[in-house]
């Protein structure tokens, strides 16, 4: 009963943080860090790595996720390593895609959860070239250590940085 109450305490607060603060500027950030605040559930950290399909290599995929949506190099999304699927609330062809908040280097931002994969051992998360960038602008690292990510309760989050 305790966990019923705490969930949806939990849910009202998303709701009213995504209704009331989840505005955007023109450069297509979040600005309030009011709708962080209320995200839902435990964070898990690791390490992160960035994925293109459209680029040969061994792990060459297709053009669609395994949400069913085509592979968008410029969105804020990512693909969660496959035994976390259930976690990000199951990630499953043709249903609302699932959002997380990810941290590293001092920096936010909130991504759709569109994909998931096999990930090299010690990567919880492949980020798109956009949302990798934002934390490597140089696009030099290939890894990222020490993201820290956060599955978002509610589906209709605003994917982009978080100010």
Not at 68 to 88: C, H, M, N
Not at 109 to 133: A, C, F, Q, Y
Request: charged residues 20%; glycine residues 12%.
């Amino acid at each position: 009963m305790l966990f019923g109450s705490s969930a949806a305490i939990c849910g009202a607060v998303v709701a009213l943080a995504i209704s009331g603060t989840a505005a955007r500027s023109e450069n297509g950030s979040v600005h309030s860090i009011a709708v962080v605040d209320a995200a839902c559930g435990d964070a898990i950290v690791g390490a992160a790595s960035m994925y293109n399909p459209f680029k040969p290599g061994w792990r060459e995929g297709g053009s669609n996720t395994a949400s069913g949506e085509r592979y968008d190099p410029s969105g804020w999304a990512a693909a969660i390593k496959t035994s976390l699927r259930r976690k990000f609330g199951g990630v499953e062809f043709g249903a609302r895609p699932k959002y997380a908040l990810v941290e590293a280097a001092g920096k936010k931002v909130i991504v759709k959860i569109n994909d998931v994969g096999p990930l090299t051992p010690g990567r919880i998360i492949d980020l798109n070239e956009r949302t990798m960038s934002y934390f490597d602008p140089s696009l030099q690292l290939g890894v990222i250590n020490d993201v820290k990510v956060s599955p978002l309760a509610g589906d209709y989050w605003i994917p982009g940085p978080i100010s």
